[in-house]
């Protein structure tokens, strides 16, 4: 399945790890005021310009235009739009934008403007994905998010008015969220006729404030089966409303509206994630000496200060990294492209027929499919992906 290094696409992901408050059950590597002494949102675009710099004088091979940029969080939108814009020009200056260069910034609601989103727009913006997460008072409140949902119209019509797309964050699952609430959810974001709806699973993980809330007993965790419900009600709604359902968490409109930058991540293209605890991978590639180095995933240090402290000495902020070959690799890439709708090639999984055999007779995987010569995943399957994984890659 391995693309060979002048067919792959590459992307860059600017990791921005600030927001005005932290919501209790998120585990990214992000920071609300007062979290982050010593960091300012300066000194990051001027380390993150700098991480650029040395991104390229480090990159193997001759220089490809990004296909994909996408600004993530934390909130990118607690930036100046003329911080983003800065960044956006410096990966332009970096590697170059292709002319028809997909450009997302993740937003919440609360964090843009009709002229924020617009000179966005006009800096070569061509998406913003928005953090509604739900629609109804009580669960954005369990979320401790501070939006109204009234404020999601107006950013997505605000949006709109802008010429960007617009994506929907939901999560569903949150404690004392009903499948009617659920619905109420759905039902806002159709009318709100985004191009692209993300709807996930909520994740409590242990060290987030969620997760003391948790273990001490003040929230209860959703029933599994009662968020397998959630995840098929949005799959009926969101295809009733024309949207196709092309990865386990991500529907669009029209497959011009998949998120090209995601879609090179789950088809393992080629991306440099730049920030702090930004991950980047670069697949197989040709050595000037005849060889090939294998693929490669690194990450950078977590924390903005010593993220900033590395670059300001001229050092990559580079953490860790490791190699990928051979079978790593292989279920590497099994794991991500089962997740999309347009499947796996048959025989990449050789050897693996009786497993094959099995996901089928248990409706995990999709018969007519895989007599074409695709293993695809049927919606029974798309909640049992990480076990259809498990089957097919070990
Ligand atoms: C980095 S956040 C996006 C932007 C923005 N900060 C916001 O929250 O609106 C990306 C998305 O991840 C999802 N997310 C974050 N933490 C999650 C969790 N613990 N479980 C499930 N989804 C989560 C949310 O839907 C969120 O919109
Ligand atoms: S979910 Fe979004 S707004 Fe909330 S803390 Fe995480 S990154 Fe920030």
Not at 112 to 138: C, D, I, N, W, Y
Not at 186 to 210: F, K, N, Q
Not at 219 to 236: G, I, S
Not at 323 to 352: F, H, K, N, T, W
Request: aromatic share 8%; charged share 25%.
């Amino acid at each position: 399945m391995t693309t060979a290094v002048g067919a792959r696409d590459f992307g860059v992901y600017v990791h921005v790890p600030f927001c005005s408050v932290r919501c209790g059950y998120c585990d990214f590597n992000t920071y609300a005021p007062g979290e982050v002494e010593g960091a300012t949102r300066e000194g990051y675009v001027e380390a993150a310009l700098r991480e650029m710099d040395l991104a390229r004088a480090a990159m193997p091979g001759d220089a490809r235009a990004a296909r994909t940029v996408f600004f993530g969080g934390g909130t990118p939108t607690m930036l100046d739009s003329s911080a983003l814009i800065a960044l956006l020009d410096g990966v332009r200056g970096t590697w170059g934008l292709s002319a028809d260069a997909e450009v997302t910034t993740e937003a919440n609601p609360d964090s843009v403007t009709k002229e924020s989103l617009r000179a966005l727009a006009r800096a070569g913006f061509t998406r913003v994905s928005l953090g509604m997460q739900s629609a109804v008072p009580h669960v954005l409140r369990t979320l401790d998010r501070t939006h109204k949902p009234a404020n999601v119209e107006r950013a997505v019509l605000a949006a709109r008015d802008a010429g960007l797309k617009v994506s929907l964050d939901l999560i569903y699952g949150t404690p004392g969220e009903s499948l009617e609430d659920w619905r109420t959810s759905l039902e806002a974001v159709i009318a709100l006729e985004p191009d692209h709806v993300s709807a996930y699973a909520l994740v409590i993980e242990p060290g987030t404030r969620m997760g003391a809330q948790l273990r001490r007993g003040e929230v209860a965790p959703t029933d599994p089966d009662v968020q397998a419900d959630m995840y098929e009600l949005a799959d009926t709604l969101l295809s009733e409303a024309g949207y196709s359902w092309y990865e386990v968490s991500n529907w669009a409109r029209e497959p011009g509206d998949r998120c090209r930058h995601n879609m090179a991540y789950w088809r393992s293209q080629d991306w440099w994630g730049i920030g702090p605890g930004a991950h980047s991978y670069l697949g197989p590639h040709p050595l000037p000496d005849g060889g090939e180095a294998p693929a490669r995933r690194w990450w950078n240090v977590k924390h903005p200060r010593a993220y900033a402290a590395r670059l300001a000495a001229g050092e990559s902020p580079e953490a860790e990294g490791e190699e990928l070959a051979g079978d790593d690799l292989r279920l590497e890439q099994v794991m991500l492209r089962l997740r999309l709708s347009e499947g796996i090639p048959a025989d990449s999984v050789e050897g693996r027929a009786e497993a094959v055999a099995k996901l089928i007779a248990d409706g995990v995987l999709d018969g007519p499919a895989a007599v074409r010569g695709t293993l695809r995943l049927t919606r029974r399957g798309r909640l049992l992906a990480d076990l259809a994984v498990r089957a097919l890659a070990f």
